[in-house]
Structure formats: structure tokens, C-alpha cells
């Protein structure tokens, strides 16, 4: 059965980010519908449709919702993740510049379901475009009745706030962008409490990505079953894989002949995507890695290209997970060295300071990278690497959010698997000093940096 895009269908459209545009293709047929069930249909049918998130963790977006508390007095809150800050990820800028509405309509579906009469659109600086298109639909909606007060007569009512972040890359993990929207320093909360029971104001508060709540638009439309059929299956032999179901945006860019933001069913591979979709490696040259999900999600070296994109199949070759399923293509005259050096100053630099091993760890990790690129690199640097990206993470106990998983993963997965790269590159630069065991001086900056 050939596939049918659904989330990308309208965005070569003229106009396509206005309202009549977006109606003229049935817009705003599913949140009429969705008034007239209770917002407990929903939830069943989100459930079924074994939605998960598509903001990195993956996480079933109906149990999720669920979590709420029963018959709570209220209010509750619907943050709309908007940050979009993972390198290589633009799959959300592409829906807010030119389908706005889509958004918006599986964003008003998600709060009726889940109780919301506030929802905050916390988008990241960096989008212009995407903010006043968005800005203008909602603008839009007002106007048509679609929100406000007794929105259609159904007696329900919902306000969507935009909110605009200062462009740090903490605010994409849950709880920091909650902190930022109530106006503080965006330090990831303790869980628990989990927001579901004390998020935004100290109140209930769900927070899902931009490409979540579209999907949910679209199950509401052709129903849990479609989506379901396409993706890949639960695994029978592992009872916390739920399965990877429904369409997906891939990011793809990087050293390819085609870069861009392509939907496919979930699970096609690495090689379909850069070769199906990308038209290959750029250059006439061969691919060194990928990554599979956005940086945080570490690498796939060339032998590993079939690697699944789904929930799962990343995890498989030594990967932290999909992430956000941005692809970064890597070709075969590109230094490892370089990728990781240039990773390693993104996570020193993201860092919120607020966990010291992940303060420290992404700060270490960086100057012995410098030290490297400075020519004054040792064959132990790698190896002390190594126990850094192996201590430090929430999935190690030692840190309160992600963060420094994702900073851990690229330098595990860049020295286990390109050690022999790594190890060449130190001998030729520092062939006197590479086998030096006792403590150098650090460097904050590789010589020549500026």
C-alpha cells in the first residue's frame, strides 16, 4: 500500500498557513467532532491508536494524559513544547511556517481531552516566521469561534497563550520549560512530582511536542486503526517496546545531496532515508556516520545504516534512541575528531550548571578535546572520555534531567566506535607526548580557536 503523507500534505500549498486554506481540505472538521464526545473518547482513542511522543522520549501519549488527577477542581495546563532546539532538528518549523492550523487543531484536541482551559505555545526565539504565522492563525481562530468562551456552543472553553523562549536548549526537557515560562532560570524540576500532578503554577500541566499534538488531529480524523497501520509492531519477546506506529517526520541534512523534512512510516532505515530520500551522499563520497535522531542520540557508523528508525532499532546499535529522528549525515572525509569536538562544545555550552556531573563532565569533556585539537592529545584522554560519557546522566542516577545522556552518547558512541581514528589523529599530532599518563594543563580553547 502506498503511503500517503498526511502532517506534510498541505505545506506546498499558496496561502497554506491561512485558515481557509487549511478548511478547504476538511481543517477543523475534527475539532467540531471532538466536541461532541467526551473528553474520555479521546483519551480511549489516542490509547489505541499507541500514539507516542515525538519529542525524544517516545513516551505513550494517552498514558500520559491519563496521569492527570481525577476530577481535579482545576485549573489545568497545556504547555506546547515549540523549543525545537536539538541540532539538526526542524521538523517542527516546518509545521508552524506552513501549517500552522494543523497544529493548532490537534493542540485544542489534545486540551478538551485532557481537561485544559489554559494552553501556553512556548516556541523558541530563533522562529521568526514560524511566530507570526502561528501569532496570525491563532488570530484566526478567535475570529472563526474556535476559541475563547463556549467555543461552538459546546460550553467548552480554551485560550492559547504564545509564549517566546530565549533559546536554550534545557528548556526542551519538561520541566525547565516550565520553569522559563513561569519566568525563572530554566532548571529542570525533581520528579517526582511529575508535572501531570504539579506542573505549570503548581498546578496539572501536560506537556507534548508541536508533532505530537499534529498526529493527534490525524487520528481523530481516520481513526486509531490507521494509524496503526503502518510502523512497526510491538516486539512479543520485550514487554516495555509498545511499538513504533504511525507516519513521522525525518529530518535529514548534513552531507547530502537532498537535505530537507521528509514524513515516512515509522521504521524505514538509515540507508532508505539518505539514499531513497536524500539522493545519496553529496560529493560522489561515501557516508562515515549518521546521526540517527539529533546529536544527543550518538552515531551510527557506515556498517550500521540499516539500522531501523524507530522507537527501538537505534537503541540497538549502542544508541541512546530515535530522539527526534533528525538525521545528520557525515561523510567519509569529514574528522571524528571535529564532529565531536564540535558536539562536546554544544553540551559545555547547554549545560544549566544545575547537576555537577553534568556541569563538570561536559566541561571536562570539552577542554580534553581541546587539548586534542591543540595537538597536546594523549592516548588516556580517550579512555578518561570514556568514564565521563559512562558516569554521567539521569540513566545513571547522577543528574536530575537528560542532558548529559545526550552529551554522554556521542562521546561513547564517536571513541568506541572510531577509537582507531581517534587514536591516529593524537599520534600524529602529539607523537612525543601521546603516551603521557601523569595530569597536563587543560585548555579552554584548542590554539588558533579564534
Known amino acids: 500500500m502506498a503511503f500517503e503523507p ?10 497554506s498557513y491561512t485558515r481557509p486554506v487549511y478548511e478547504s481540505t476538511g481543517g477543523y472538521q475534527a475539532w467540531r467532532q471532538a466536541l461532541q464526545m467526551s473528553p474520555s473518547e479521546i483519551i480511549d ?17 494517552g498514558l500520559k494524559w491519563t496521569f492527570l488527577p481525577k476530577d481535579h477542581a482545576g485549573p489545568i495546563y ?3 513544547n515549540a523549543d525545537e532546539s536539538e541540532p539538526g532538528t ?10 500552522p492550523h494543523q497544529v493548532l487543531e490537534g493542540l485544542m484536541i489534545s486540551c478538551y481531552a485532557t481537561g485544559a482551559s489554559t494552553a501556553y505555545y512556548y516556541m523558541r526565539y530563533e522562529y521568526p516566521l514560524a511566530w507570526g504565522r502561528t501569532q496570525a492563525a491563532l488570530n484566526e481562530c478567535y475570529e472563526a469561534g474556535y476559541l475563547g468562551d463556549n467555543i461552538l456552543g459546546s460550553g467548552y472553553s480554551l485560550n492559547i497563550y504564545m509564549h517566546r523562549g530565549a533559546a536554550a536548549y534545557i528548556c526542551g526537557e519538561e520541566t525547565g520549560l516550565i520553569e522559563s515560562l513561569e519566568g525563572k532560570r530554566a532548571w529542570p524540576r525533581i520528579k517526582p512530582p511529575f508535572p501531570a500532578v504539579e506542573g505549570a503554577f503548581r498546578k496539572p500541566t501536560v506537556v507534548n511536542n508541536v508533532e505530537t499534538v499534529a498526529c493527534v488531529k490525524h487520528i481523530m480524523d481516520r481513526g486509531a486503526d490507521w494509524f496503526k497501520s503502518m510502523g512497526t509492531p510491538a516486539d512479543p519477546n520485550n514487554p516495555r517496546d509498545p511499538g513504533s506506529y504511525g507516519p513521522k517526520l525525518y529530518c535529514l541534512s548534513g552531507h547530502v545531496n537532498q537535505p530537507g523534512c521528509y514524513e515516512a512510516p515509522l521504521g524505514l532505515t538509515a540507508r532508505e532515508l539518505i539514499d531513497d530520500f536524500g539522493g545519496g551522499v553529496w560529493k560522489g563520497r561515501k557516508a562515515k ?18 539500522c531501523p528508525l524507530d522507537f527501538s532499532g537505534p537503541g540497538k546499535y549502542k544508541c541512546l534512541g530515535l530522539g527526534t529522528a533528525a538525521a545528520v549525515v557525515i561523510d567519509d572525509q569529514t574528522s571524528i575528531v571535529d564532529f565531536l569536538h564540535n558536539s562536546a562544545r554544544f553540551f559545555a555550552h547547554e549545560s544549566c550548571g544545575q547537576c555537577t556531573p553534568c ?17 597536546r592529545g594523549r592516548i588516556k584522554d580517550l579512555d578518561l572520555l570514556l568514564e565521563i560519557g559512562n558516569k554521567i546522566g539521569i540513566s545513571y542516577g ?14 561513547k558512541n564517536a571513541i568506541e566506535k572510531f577509537r582507531a581514528e581517534f587514536e591516529d589523529y593524537i599520534k600524529r599530532t602529539n607523537p612525543d607526548g601521546y603516551m603521557v599518563t601523569e595530569p597536563v594543563i587543560a585548555m579552554e580553547e584548542p590554539v588558533g580557536s579564534h
Open 398 to 411: 547522577t543528574t536530575i534531567c537528560g542532558l548529559a545522556d545526550g552529551a554522554a552518547w556521542p562521546l
Open 90 to 99: 526542524f521538523n517542527n518549523r516546518i509545521l508552524m511556517e506552513d501549517d
Open 78 to 80: 497545556f504547555c506546547l
Open 6 to 15: 498526511v502532517l506534510l500534505a498541505n505545506i506546498n500549498k499558496d496561502e
Open 45 to 61: 482513542q489516542v490509547k489505541a491508536s499507541n500514539l507516542r511522543g515525538r519529542g525524544g522520549a517516545g513516551f505513550p501519549t
Open 289 to 306: 556516520c549518521v546521526i540517527p535522531g539529533g546529536i544527543s542520540m550518538g552515531i551510527l557508523s557506515a556498517d550500521e545504516l540499516d
Open 359 to 375: 556541569r563538570e563532565g561536559t566541561s571536562w569533556a570539552l577542554k580534553m578535546l581541546n587539548r586534542i585539537k591543540a595537538g
